[in-house]
């Protein structure tokens, strides 16, 4: 799949989805929001409704599977139970698990590194981060787990939290276009 995708489910954290895709915005990248329901508008976990760019059916209609390349990147904001909706959606977990096994770099923060890419194979010996109290499956996989704020292992960035969300799109956008776009960013955001 071509591209950069922000999945939205009901129950998301909305800092988390926000700050990261207006980073990434700020740097260029024109990450798209998706709906994974039938309707563009998606609610956070704290009662705040967005309007994403399209819903999960146009998303499919419109996306470029045709090959995934490493600057190609699926992001799963956290929040509960937002994480578990996205994870709960076959359909989505499938296109991801295609889409890293075609070396398409994935991003989750919060509950999302456990809860949704916790289903994707071979993470033994990959570092990556979450929420506090969601490490144990994935520690249970062989992942190495050192709590840190963000950590990015080849084409798997994940970050622990909302007040992480800057940090965590710093590092998407540092992964797509390097350390320099990353601090221009930074920078301009008085960070």
Same mark, same amino acid.
């Given at each position: 799949?071509?591209? =950069?995708?922000?999945?939205? $489910? ?20 024109? @990450?798209?929001? @998706?709906? @994974? ?25 419109? $996306?470029?599977?045709? !090959?995934?390349?490493?600057?190609? =990147? ?40 456990? =809860? ?44 622990? !939290? ?8 710093? $590092? ?20």
């Amino acid at each position: 799949m071509k591209g =950069v995708y922000m999945f939205f $489910a009901n129950g998301f954290e909305e800092t988390e989805a926000l700050a990261t895709a207006d980073v990434l915005k700020r740097g260029g990248i024109p @990450v798209k929001m @998706v709906s @994974v329901h039938d309707d563009k508008f998606v609610t956070s976990s704290h009662h705040v409704t967005v309007v994403t760019d399209m819903t999960f059916g146009e998303f499919k209609e419109n $996306a470029d599977f045709s !090959g995934t390349g490493e600057k190609d =990147v699926m992001i799963f904001p956290g929040g509960m139970p937002g994480s578990t909706n996205l994870a709960e959606k076959a359909e989505l977990m499938e296109i991801l698990r295609k889409h890293y096994s075609e070396g398409g770099a994935v991003a989750a923060i919060c509950a999302a590194p456990s =809860v949704v890419l916790g289903k994707l194979p071979g993470l033994s010996g990959k570092r990556m981060t979450c929420y506090d109290g969601f490490e144990k499956p994935l520690v249970d996989q062989g992942v190495k787990y050192a709590g840190k704020n963000v950590e990015t292992d080849g084409n798997i960035i994940t970050g622990r !939290g909302p007040g992480l969300s800057i940090d965590f799109g710093l $590092a998407i956008l540092a992964y797509l276009k390097g350390e320099e776009a990353a601090a221009e960013v930074k920078s301009g955001m008085m960070l």
